[in-house]
Nanobody, 114 residues
């Protein structure tokens, strides 16, 4: 299974970005798709996840600012990020969990800077 993420970039505080990730090569349904991030010197943390049924979960720091969505037919997950803050700067990784195995994308850099 391969995951290809896109949409990162440089944005000013208060701005928006939309990340997308496409999963390919899976013969089974993807149970959970999500986004994680890792800032310099910090551990990777969960940002948001979404199940095949549409249930979502967010880390507290992004609630009300980020929205995760997915298209099951296209094996695609999106992360709409609004009101971006300096603290959101990180490499963002998409993930896809199939049965008990989690696959990772290559990461896309999000930099919030004035």
């Amino acid at each position: 299974v391969q995951l290809q993420a896109s949409g990162g970039g440089l944005v000013q505080p208060g701005g928006s970005l939309r990340l997308s990730c496409v999963a390919s090569g899976s013969r089974s349904s993807i149970n959970v798709m999500g986004w994680y991030r890792q800032a310099p010197g910090k551990q990777r943390e969960l940002v948001a996840i979404i199940t095949s049924g549409g249930d979502t979960n967010y880390v507290d720091s992004v609630k009300g600012r980020f929205t995760i969505s997915r298209d099951n037919a296209k094996n695609t997950v999106h992360l709409q990020m609004n009101s971006l803050q300096f603290e959101d700067t990180a490499v963002y990784y998409c993930s896809a969990t199939i049965k008990i195995v989690t696959y990772w994308g290559q990461g896309t850099q999000v930099t919030v800077s004035s």
